[in-house]
């Protein structure tokens, strides 16, 4: 089925009737979310519009645009403008979610109360986290988010992304583009080597003589055979990529000087992009709810291993077999609605299923494309089946795949956003 804005809704939206009263009499029970992205929009809007103004919901996120991080690799490559990626919360205020502007700094668990930077405190009957990434410090040696203005991550939506694209148009010609690339897991798993080929588009057209490498501790990456058939296709002796056996997981940068030391051998770089090794967003970490780095969840309902009034979705989540990615976080954040209201309202829940599809682009109209289905178990989510473009295909297909993508754009931007 090719998607749409209305078949992906059509296809993600879950079912319920409401039943039983709220909790508490008089007093309508209160979800409170933290993170307005593909998870935690997703979940406010969905908790808000089904239990038809059963369930106060608050949805607590600091800016007031929100930029996604999936699609800005094509913001780079030139086939999306900034403008594109960027979607407000008028709609979901409109639709019933109080929206609050601020950043959350603290949890009491206990008191089931969530403290805003801006003074005063909201309190939960539950409460879900969808704070999306942090970076693990000392990751990359040499690198901080001190350091981002001068070696940007661009792995999060807006003004990282901007300086990125302003430093890869001001390279001087022949120059270099080093990329860090990080290790797994972290979110979404092609996205630094669809960077690479968005990289590569620009600088094919603009300054044709210029290199790119790729620093890479993993062993294997997301649709390898994939980019590396396009990149021979399409940018043929432009992109190299260090792997951990040529000293790929031993890396060390100095922003001041603008090198990247790999194994002991120096490297210039005109434009270095580090992605470093990431983590749940700190939110979870300071609510006490990460095992690790990441958070660790039941498959059923997205609900905390720590703690039952909590659910974490997306990408700060431990749940199994699925991929950090903005259609996972949308897909689970249905099952943590469904969820929610079951436990706030009495209504039906039905069991927990979820997909997803990472879409990649390569050059123009050049889509590929991967993904499965999944089901919960006691342990985890679980992968039931899968799919993956293939090596060769047709350029109609390709075509079709990229088609296929803006479609899911449109459909899950409105999903989260209404």
Same mark, same amino acid.
């Given at each position: 089925?090719?998607? &749409?804005?209305?078949?992906?809704?059509?296809?993600?939206?879950?079912?319920?009737?409401?039943?039983?009263?709220?909790?508490?009499?008089?007093?309508?029970?209160?979800?409170?979310?933290?993170?307005?992205?593909?998870?935690?929009?997703?979940?406010?809007? %969905?908790?808000?519009?089904?239990?038809?103004?059963?369930?106060?919901?608050?949805?607590?996120?600091? *800016?007031?645009?929100? $930029? *996604?991080?999936?699609?800005?690799?094509? $913001? =780079?490559?030139?086939? !999306?403008?900034?403008?594109?990626?960027?979607?407000?919360?008028?709609?979901?205020?409109?639709?019933?979610? &109080?929206?609050? #502007?601020?950043?959350?700094?603290?949890?009491?668990?206990?008191?089931?109360?969530?403290?805003?930077?801006?003074?005063?405190?909201?309190? %939960?009957?539950? =409460?879900?986290?969808?704070?999306?990434?942090?970076?693990?410090?000392?990751?990359?040696?040499?690198?901080?988010?001190?350091?981002?203005?001068?070696?940007? #991550?661009? $792995?999060?939506?807006?003004?990282?992304?901007?300086?990125?694209?302003?430093?890869?148009?001001?390279?001087?010609?022949?120059?270099?583009?080093?990329?860090?690339?990080?290790?797994?897991?972290? !979110?979404?798993?092609?996205?630094?080597?669809?960077?690479?080929?968005?990289?590569?588009?620009?600088?094919?057209?603009?300054?044709?003589?210029?290199?790119?490498?790729?620093?890479?501790?993993?062993?294997?990456?997301?649709?390898?055979?994939?980019?590396?058939?396009?990149?021979?296709?399409?940018?043929?002796?432009?992109?190299?990529?260090?792997?951990?056996?040529?000293?790929?997981?031993?890396?060390?940068?100095?922003?001041?000087?603008?090198?990247?030391?790999?194994?002991?051998?120096?490297?210039?770089?005109?434009?270095?992009?580090?992605?470093?090794?990431?983590?749940?967003?700190?939110?979870?970490?300071?609510?006490?709810?990460?095992?690790?780095?990441?958070?660790?969840?039941?498959? #059923?309902?997205?609900?905390?291993?720590?703690?039952?009034?909590?659910?974490?979705?997306?990408?700060?989540?431990?749940?199994?077999?699925?991929? /950090?990615?903005?259609?996972?976080?949308?897909?689970?954040? /249905?099952?943590?609605?469904?969820?929610? !209201?079951?436990?706030?309202?009495?209504? /039906?829940?039905?069991?927990?299923?979820?997909?997803?599809?990472?879409?990649?682009?390569?050059?123009?109209?050049?889509?590929?494309?991967?993904?499965?289905?999944?089901?919960?178990?006691?342990?985890?989510?679980?992968?039931?089946?899968?799919?993956?473009?293939?090596?060769?295909?047709?350029?109609?297909? !390709? /075509?079709?795949?990229?088609?296929?993508?803006?479609?899911? %754009?449109?459909?899950?931007?409105?999903?989260?956003?209404?």
């Amino acid at each position: 089925m090719k998607l &749409n804005r209305r078949s992906f809704i059509a296809a993600g939206a879950a079912t319920a009737t409401l039943g039983a009263p709220a909790l508490r009499a008089n007093t309508k029970p209160r979800v409170v979310v933290i993170g307005g992205g593909a998870g935690g929009a997703t979940v406010a809007r %969905y908790v808000a519009k089904d239990s038809k103004g059963e369930i106060d919901v608050t949805l607590i996120e600091p *800016t007031r645009q929100y $930029y *996604t991080c999936f699609f800005s690799n094509l $913001y =780079l490559g030139g086939f !999306r403008e900034m403008d594109s990626l960027g979607h407000s919360y008028g709609n979901l205020a409109a639709g019933g979610v &109080n929206v609050v #502007h601020d950043w959350a700094i603290g949890i009491d668990r206990d008191a089931k109360s969530v403290a805003l930077a801006g003074g005063g405190s909201v309190p %939960y009957d539950r =409460l879900v986290l969808s704070p999306g990434i942090d970076f693990v410090d000392g990751a990359v040696p040499g690198w901080s988010t001190m350091a981002q203005n001068a070696m940007p #991550h661009a $792995y999060k939506g807006g003004s990282q992304t901007e300086l990125l694209r302003a430093q890869i148009n001001a390279m001087p010609e022949g120059g270099t583009f080093v990329m860090v690339a990080p290790p797994n897991p972290y !979110r979404c798993p092609p996205g630094p080597y669809e960077r690479v080929s968005m990289v590569a588009h620009t600088l094919k057209a603009n300054n044709p003589k210029a290199k790119i490498i790729i620093v890479d501790p993993k062993e294997k990456f997301s649709k390898q055979a994939l980019f590396e058939e396009g990149w021979g296709k399409h940018y043929t002796g432009m992109v190299e990529r260090i792997g951990p056996d040529f000293g790929g997981a031993n890396v060390e940068v100095n922003p001041d000087e603008m090198t990247v030391n790999v194994d002991g051998e120096v490297i210039k770089a005109d434009v270095c992009n580090v992605i470093p090794a990431m983590k749940a967003g700190k939110i979870c970490e300071m609510a006490g709810v990460t095992d690790g780095n990441w958070a660790p969840v039941s498959g #059923h309902t997205m609900q905390s291993k720590i703690d039952e009034n909590i659910h974490v979705l997306g990408d700060a989540c431990s749940q199994g077999d699925m991929p /950090k990615s903005g259609f996972s976080a949308n897909s689970q954040a /249905k099952v943590a609605a469904m969820a929610v !209201r079951g436990a706030l309202t009495g209504s /039906k829940v039905f069991p927990a299923k979820f997909s997803n599809t990472c879409w990649s682009l390569i050059d123009t109209d050049d889509g590929v494309k991967v993904g499965a289905t999944y089901e919960a178990t006691d342990e985890k989510i679980a992968k039931v089946d899968g799919f993956i473009s293939q090596t060769g295909e047709d350029a109609d297909l !390709r /075509k079709t795949t990229y088609e296929e993508s803006v479609g899911w %754009y449109a459909g899950i931007t409105a999903d989260m956003f209404g």
